[in-house]
């Protein structure tokens, strides 16, 4: 009898006891939240992109005591790539007052594209979201360079177009199919490859895989037996990634007419074997740990025990160093932020200026240790992109090569559609605030 | 001795047969009411009303719609999802076809969509009972979760899939889209919230609560008794998938802001019957206790380090919450098996004959 | 419209038969996967009558424990055939002692609650591992070390039909194993003591306490059972593609599945897992285009929701009598 009463005593209190969750700041800190997932069905995706991100930033502090002098206060708040989780956790971070979000996400991404002018907390969505929110005119507040996927796609049909001799005219009469997350990331090109596939003269064959049964792609994988499409490419994300490439290796395909967009890595690939050599995706970064920069978080982090990453090799691979230039461009946000409004803390106003002024130099890229990382990035108060040109990498069985130059993406035909996206996005969702935030002279 | 009811007499058949017809018990019932209408909007913080309550109160509602199938009916459901986002996506058709009309109104007419697509869904239950009727519900769950993603015309063609909530208005008060604030969010689902389970007291308390009941005991003895059972089972899930609707419109408008058909996903059919279970299976408070222990727990699990100053990693706290409240499942249910209601009413039952013990 | 659904597909049956014996081929062995996982669920379900839902990440677990142990193994330099094989050993340890745990701390204060409770229960169990799981082994995704088993890899390819049919060597070996699995088992059930004894707590508890059977011991043994038919069905799985925590929701086609075999027999289970399998490949292949591809996600429910309602029992499943 007693324990019973014992239960319900405890279970009264914890459901009655809730812990405030006041802001635990002190007086000069900058909070910078991570939203990470090293659970769940993407958690081989997401554990070295937060490794990465995690442990430059923790660099940051250990070298030189921050930005500008300001500590930054890391934390790392687990969504599982799970929307209502990624909500939770946005609410949960909004009283302590970050600088920015970065939701690696698109799911999460879609419902904060509101909340983030209202709340006024920039949202980083770094080369995923929703690709119209390049223009800053319609959405001061949400940025995601260095290129959406609508430059990427073109990107990828402008290394076909070369490989088939140069210039758009050899994709016509060509079979090319596109296989996809079926969520709102791998459902973003679809307008883009529909108006295309019309105007360019291919034909394009849909392959959807439902995130339910990504590891089970062999009837995708037959159709494109049946279909014999002369390319293929693949926007995956997660497990996706890996059993497309083994089941691609398992049906014969030509691994060398196989390109994905920029997300898988080093791992993705490696559990398909040697049949998996040639398989190409889109980078706008170098692998490898050959940086001044990369060497300075092996020494001041993960030597001395402060990262979490479960193997030392992994880092200065693809998704590590992915990381790495998310939290660049937090960084160099926050110094631009400090600079224009000459504030050392920071706010989340702040470094929305900070995010529409950025400009990534060379010789700032030197000054930072990446010295030919990754090219220079430019954004404006309209361009909250920069549609960067990105090269194609090859895999040769232990490592990604780049083997192409930087191949610009077709923005004759992607801008005038995303000018049109964001215009039907505001319409829809009308009546849509016009942009009151200035535009800083730059 | 607190809980005693001498004194208390009745003098009408109608006072007599009431819900609460102790008086203690009405001015629990305020108590708990002045809690939720005053109290906790003026002390709670943003995010204990945006984070904590509004999906309690939500998922509370779902709750009460599965408990009304699996609970009332025994019909084992897996499909709850499922109708839940056939109210969310019906709500948005008619909220953009139909703008000038007050959102709340597409909200509460969503539920007949969903009514519908259930009572579609619920037709084989004639036929096949327990856990194969689960099989047939999963393929609901599934189905529609696809013609979500593939029937383009469900989210107006949007490219990215996924449905956006515009900025919505009751009485000139912002309740949807980014300009409302979480008190005046939590005020609407609170009063929706009410409103309904109010109805589905007095459904479940009435005639057809009991022939549900009656079904749930044992259906051979039901039919012979008189009821039809077509009809019956056809009306638990048209009432049971209308409180599903309700709820999944007022999670995509008034919690999420936007939703992706994965937002409806087996996970939370999965979840909303853990509630029911663990809440007590034929119990309205025991679907608000089920959503309160399975939505709210983790939280405080996941709040718990940062403010006890213990340094554990992110991802840690994720693991340890499952396994804490995966064996917080068990414990409850060897502890009582018919779930925390029964806990409760135990409990006023100990209270009515305190100090003595029986 | 009509001539796309009823005559198309058999037009590209007969143009392609190359790629209808591949489909077909594939059904075969996704249908005897989803069989490995199915007979899970019915040895327990035969035995104690509870639906366990933690047959999916039972899979999960018992595949990181293998890797887990051997990825030991090498780091302390031992590794090779010898070291895998000492890995599946102890990892069908761990199994054993899950099932003695699981039937000591949930069972056996549970006996004699309703089905649903136990349902239930079995939640619990899930979460429990999958947090323990993520905790000792990580959330990433590893390989499974089928070189080390001796699991074949590679392809066959026989030419045949005009054009090529590519059968894996690891699909043919989990068509073997599985097939070698469900004899074993038959044989179990119906030569051995304990599998009789088994077979008798499946049809009454009382009359089988009453005999002197034990049923604690009976479902150590039954959830053992069941724990190394997850192991088999995790090195399987896991060698086609990765061991990670997104193959749990797998386990969730295992029930159209059962409910095809019905819950109770072993046979049931295989050829339901077949015509589910078979019936789901075809279905997504030649019918799926017309509706925007992707039915795979229902296509198996359906199938099996059809077939409800003519067999409310499954095919080979036990008569469901009711009593007033």
Redesign the interface.
Same mark, same amino acid.
């Given at each position: 009898m007693s324990l019973k009463k014992m239960i319900l005593a405890l279970s009264a209190a914890s459901m009655l006891a809730m812990p405030a969750i006041e802001a635990a700041n002190a007086e000069d800190s900058i909070y910078v939240p991570l939203f990470t997932y090293r659970t769940g069905a993407f958690a081989g995706s997401g554990a070295p992109i937060a490794d990465g991100m995690h442990d430059y930033l923790t660099m940051l502090n250990e070298r030189d005591g921050g930005i500008g002098g300001v500590k930054l206060v890391i934390e790392e708040c687990e969504t599982g790539y799970d929307t209502k989780k990624g909500l939770e956790c946005y609410e949960a971070v909004k009283p302590k007052k970050p600088v920015m979000v970065n939701p690696w996400s698109t799911g999460i991404t879609l419902p904060l594209i509101q909340k983030a002018g209202v709340d006024k907390i920039p949202v980083l969505s770094m080369a995923y979201g929703l690709s119209a929110s390049a223009k800053g005119d319609v959405f001061p507040w949400i940025f995601n360079p260095p290129a959406t996927y609508w430059d990427g796609f073109t990107q990828i049909l402008n290394y076909i177009a070369d490989q088939e001799g140069g210039g758009v005219d050899k994709l016509k009469g060509k079979k090319i199919g596109y296989i996809y997350l079926d969520a709102s990331f791998g459902r973003e090109p679809l307008p883009l490859i529909e108006q295309l596939s019309k105007e360019l003269g291919f034909e394009a064959k849909l392959y959807p895989v439902a995130a339910a049964d990504m590891q089970n792609q062999s009837s995708q994988w037959l159709s494109v037996r049946r279909d014999r499409p002369d390319y293929m490419i693949l926007f995956g994300w997660g497990a996706l990634n890996s059993t497309a490439v083994k089941e691609a290796v398992k049906t014969n395909f030509p691994m060398e007419k196989f390109i994905s967009v920029w997300w898988p890595g080093e791992d993705d690939v490696r559990g398909a074997g040697d049949g998996a050599k040639g398989f190409k995706t889109l980078n706008w970064h170098a692998a490898g740990t050959d940086f001044p920069l990369i060497q300075d978080i092996q020494k001041y982090v993960v030597d001395a025990g402060k990262s979490q990453v479960s193997d030392k090799a992994k880092v200065g691979q693809v998704l590590y160093n992915r990381g790495v230039y998310n939290s660049m461009l937090i960084a160099e946000a926050i110094r631009t932020a400090q600079e224009v409004t000459g504030n050392k803390v920071v706010t989340g106003e702040d470094v929305r200026r900070g995010l529409e002024n950025l400009n990534i130099d060379e010789a700032r890229l030197k000054e930072i240790g990446l010295e030919g990382f990754t090219q220079p990035l430019k954004l404006s108060c309209n361009d909250h992109n920069g549609h960067q040109s990105n090269f194609v990498q090859s895999w040769n069985g232990t490592a990604f090569e780049k083997v192409t130059d930087y191949i610009a993406p077709m923005s004759d035909k992607v801008i005038p559609l995303l000018d049109e996206d964001a215009k039907s996005y505001a319409e829809k969702n009308a009546p849509w605030p016009e942009r009151t935030e200035a535009c800083d002279a730059s | 001795m607190f809980y005693r009811e001498t004194g208390q007499f009745k003098q009408s058949y109608a006072a007599d047969s009431a819900v609460f017809p102790i008086l203690q018990d009405r001015y629990g019932l305020a108590i708990v009411m002045a809690i939720a209408f005053v109290l906790i909007p003026m002390f709670g913080?943003?995010?204990?009303l945006?984070?904590?309550m509004i999906?309690f109160l939500i998922l509370s509602l779902g709750a009460i719609g599965l408990n009304i199938l699996v609970g009332y009916t025994g019909l084992?459901s897996l499909g709850t999802a499922g109708f839940m986002g056939v109210g969310a996506y019906a709500t948005y058709k008619l909220s *953009?076809l139909f703008p000038q009309v007050n959102i709340l109104v597409w909200i509460l007419c969503s539920g007949f969509f969903s009514a519908g697509i259930g009572v579609l869904f619920g037709l084989?239950s004639l036929?096949?009972?327990?856990?194969?009727l689960?099989?047939?519900t999963?393929?609901a769950q599934?189905?529609l979760?696809?013609c979500f993603?593939?029937v383009a015309w469900l989210y107006?063609y949007?490219?990215?899939?996924?449905i956006?909530?515009?900025?919505r208005t009751l009485f000139g008060i912002a309740i949807t889209?980014?300009?409302a604030t979480p008190v005046n969010r939590y005020y609407v689902v609170l009063g929706v919230v009410v409103v309904m389970t109010l109805i589905a007291s007095n459904i479940v308390h009435g005639r057809i609560g009991r022939t549900w009941m009656a079904v749930r005991d044992?259906d051979?003895?039901a039919q012979?008794m008189g009821i039809r059972l077509l009809p019956a089972k056809l009306l638990a899930f048209a009432v049971s998938s209308f409180y599903c609707g309700v709820a999944g419109a007022l999670m995509v408008f008034l919690?999420?802001?936007?939703?992706?058909?994965?937002?409806f996903?087996?996970k939370l059919s999965?979840l909303l019957l853990?509630m029911v279970?663990?809440g007590g299976?034929g119990s309205l408070i025991g679907s608000f206790m089920g959503a309160?222990?399975i939505h709210?727990?983790p939280? $405080?699990i996941r709040?718990?380090p940062?403010?006890l100053g213990l340094p554990v990693?992110?991802? *840690?706290?994720?693991?340890? *919450?499952?396994?804490?409240?995966?064996?917080?499942?068990?414990f409850f249910?060897? $502890?009582?098996?018919h779930g925390?209601a029964r806990?409760w009413q135990? *409990?006023k039952q100990k209270l009515r004959v305190w100090p003595f013990p029986y | 419209m009509l001539y796309n659904i009823f005559i198309d597909p058999f037009v590209q049956m007969v143009q392609m038969p190359d790629l209808l014996v591949q489909t077909l081929w594939e059904g075969l062995v996704s249908g005897v996967l989803y069989a490995l996982i199915a007979l899970g669920f019915v040895l327990i379900f035969k035995a104690s009558g509870v639906f366990n839902f933690a047959q999916g990440i039972m899979v999960v677990f018992s595949a990181l424990t293998l890797v887990g142990f051997y990825a030991k193994f090498s780091s302390w330099g031992f590794s090779g055939h010898a070291a895998a094989f000492l890995a599946l050993l102890l990892a069908a340890g761990v199994m054993l002692v899950l099932a003695m745990l699981v039937e000591r701390v949930v069972l056996r204060p549970l006996v004699n609650q309703p089905d649903i409770i136990l349902f239930m229960a079995t939640f619990g169990i899930t979460y429990v591992l999958i947090g323990f799981g993520e905790i000792v082994f990580g959330g990433d995704p590893k390989q499974m070390i089928a070189n080390e088993l001796f699991l074949p890899s590679g392809s066959v390819d026989i030419e045949m039909l005009g054009g090529l049919v590519s059968l894996q060597k690891i699909d043919i070996a989990a068509a073997v194993i599985a097939s070698l699995m469900i004899v074993g088992l038959a044989l179990f059930f119906q030569k051995t003591r304990i599998g009789r004894a088994l077979r008798a707590v499946a049809d009454s508890h009382k009359a089988a306490l009453s005999v002197g059977i034990s049923l604690n011991q009976i479902w150590v043994i039954v959830w053992f059972a069941a724990g190394l038919v997850a192991l088999v069905t995790g090195i399987m799985w896991g060698a086609r593609s990765d061991v990670s925590f997104a193959l749990e929701i797998v386990a969730l086609k295992a029930l159209p599945v059962l409910v095809l075999g019905g819950f109770t027999s072993v046979p049931g289970a295989i050829v339901g897992g077949l015509i589910i399998g078979i019936g789901e490949k075809l279905g997504e292949f030649y019918w799926g285009p017309l509706l925007g591809g992707g039915i795979e996600s229902w296509l198996a429910y359906v199938i099996a929701l059809v077939f409800l309602l003519y067999r409310p029992q499954g095919l080979f499943g036990d008569k469901i009598i009711e009593r007033i």
């Open positions: - | 913080s943003e995010f204990l945006a984070s904590v999906p084992l *953009t084989p036929r096949i009972k327990g856990f194969y689960a099989v047939a999963l393929a599934f189905f979760q696809w993603v593939r107006n949007n490219p990215s899939g996924a956006e909530v515009s900025g889209g980014p300009m044992m051979i003895a012979l919690w999420l802001s936007a939703a992706e058909p994965s937002a996903d087996i999965f853990f279970i663990i299976l309160a222990l709210i727990l939280i $405080v709040a718990l940062e403010s990693a992110a991802a *840690t706290v994720e693991h340890l *919450t499952y396994l804490i409240v995966g064996g917080l499942i068990i249910l060897i $502890v009582e098996p925390l806990l135990i *409990t | -």
